[in-house]
């Protein structure tokens, strides 16, 4: 079974400034895909970036990017240039098998990112 | 783009009683849908992987009987929580993968709160 890892229950930073949000994982699989999810005080899930396991090329989406380190199983989020509404719970996802879209999603347990005026 | 729209938002109903909640593909079909349950502050834990015309499947720990899933059309898939009682209480989310993760990924409902009084 899939296990994801967030070990920052929260963070508090200024806006503008850049902050990284991390995530490890653990699989056995060789081909899977991981993500990134924005859940507001909404509560509506919102994705902001994926990574395919196989592209070695960090994925980038405007303002957020990410740092993947297969070998190390490490997925982290990087935002630039914070803004007031970045504040949120963030999520990091995990699927596994060819990414056909049959299996669900496995979550960490978030991280509570606070953007600070 | 792809929208899942979720039905209802909030629902209190009395302890012992039935509530249906919907889960809609707008703009696309969906052969498989998942349901999710996140307490408050928590994670969103998977609980269920609807297949159109089959039989869900549940993760280990649901109780099939309690949540009945039905996913008799594409673009339709209800959760049914029977004979709740106040530990049902949760935020429920349904979500659907749209043509292979690799391309588009999985977009969520809304969400709906229940309270079980």
């Known amino acids: 079974a899939q296990t994801v890892t967030q070990s920052q229950p929260e963070m508090s930073v200024q806006e503008a400034e850049t902050v990284t949000l991390s995530c490890t994982y653990d699989?056995?699989?060789?081909?899977?895909?991981l993500f990134w999810y924005k859940q507001p005080p909404s509560r509506q899930m919102i994705l902001v970036i994926r990574q395919e396991a196989y592209k070695q090329q960090n994925a980038t989406e405007n303002r957020f990017s990410v740092n993947f380190q297969k070998a190390a199983k490490s997925f982290s989020l990087k935002i630039s240039d914070s803004q007031l509404g970045d504040t949120a719970m963030y999520f990091c996802a995990f699927t596994g098998q060819s990414g056909g879209g049959a299996d669900g999603l496995t979550f960490g347990k978030g991280t509570h990112l606070i953007i600070q005026p | 783009g792809a929208v899942v729209s979720q039905h209802p938002s909030r629902v209190i109903c009395k302890s012992g009683t039935s509530v249906k909640i919907e889960c809609r593909s707008l703009?696309?079909?969906?052969?498989?849908m998942f349901w999710y349950r996140q307490f408050p502050k928590k994670s969103l834990m998977l609980m269920a992987t609807s297949n159109e015309g089959s039989k869900a499947t549940y993760e280990q720990g649901v109780e099939k009987d309690k949540f009945l899933i039905n996913h008799a059309s594409l673009t339709l898939s209800t959760l049914t929580v029977t004979s709740a009682h106040p530990e049902d209480s949760s935020f429920y989310i349904c979500s659907a993968s749209l043509q292979g993760v690799s391309n588009y990924g999985y977009t969520f409902g809304s969400g709906t709160r229940l309270t079980v009084v």
């Open positions: 699989t056995s699989e060789n081909n899977y895909y």
């Open positions: 703009d696309f079909q969906a052969t498989t």
